[in-house]
């Protein structure tokens, strides 16, 4: 049982190029989020969904976008990268919007733009 | 707004010795708190939440709605509990987590 899975775990981007961290989840979990950890900082939300073809924005939607096509996937859009993306990245899931408080995170992944 | 405030970034202490890893929040409804731990090499996980009043691996939370604080405490603190904790509000479907502290148990 993989959980939750992020692609890639580092990426280098150059300013304005553009790029897509993928995650998947095998959970069957109807809610997916994606956070944004900078150095020092708590996560922040980005966007969620609560089920595929439903997304939402968090805290810090701008520079990116998501999509929900099926439950199992939530890709997350970097359109125009710029340093100010460089972050580390983690997507997670939960069954019912984390009522048990339970969210289940992938490994991360750690962007840099240069 | 809602906040998660976590004061301390950086926890040393021996092992052995009681360990509070401090939480306050701000938030007008009625709260839904939870501490989440990172070991090294590891997932982001779930440690406790304050609903269950549950105690895991020596843990314990308790929380204040006067002081609006969730604080983390175990008392006699082990090796092993070296690792980055965060502390979370739910509102909603939305989580927001803490900055995070990092505790070191000195063997």
């Known amino acids: 049982n993989a959980g939750v899975t992020q692609t890639p775990k580092f990426r280098i981007l150059k300013i304005g190029q553009s790029m897509t961290l993928q995650c998947t989840q095998d959970m069957n979990h109807n809610y997916m989020y994606w956070y944004r950890q900078d150095p020092g900082m708590g996560l922040k939300l980005i966007y969620y969904s609560v089920g595929a073809g439903i997304t939402d924005k968090g805290e810090v939607p701008n520079g990116y976008n998501v999509s929900r096509s099926t439950t199992e996937d939530f890709p997350l859009r970097l359109e125009l990268a710029a340093p100010s993306q460089t972050s580390v990245y983690f997507c997670?899931?939960?069954?019912?919007?984390?009522?048990?408080?339970?969210?289940?995170f992938g490994e991360g992944s750690r962007l840099t733009v240069l | 707004a809602q906040r998660v405030t976590q004061p301390e970034k950086l926890l040393s202490v021996f092992k052995g010795a009681p360990v509070e890893l401090k939480c306050n929040y701000s938030?007008?409804?009625?709260?839904?708190l939870f501490w989440y731990v990172q070991y090294s090499r590891q997932r982001l996980q779930l440690l406790l939440r304050h609903i269950s009043r549950e105690s895991i691996k020596g843990f314990t939370a308790d929380l204040n709605k006067g002081e609006t604080s969730f604080h983390l405490k175990k008392p006699f603190a082990q090796e092993e509990d070296s690792a980055m904790y965060y502390c979370?509000?739910?509102?909603?479907?939305?989580?927001?987590f803490g900055t995070g502290t990092s505790l070191t148990v000195i063997p």
């Open positions: 979370a509000l739910r509102v909603g479907n939305q989580f927001y």
């Open positions: 938030y007008s409804g009625s709260p839904e």
């Open positions: 997670a899931s939960s069954s019912s919007g984390g009522a048990t408080g339970e969210l289940f």
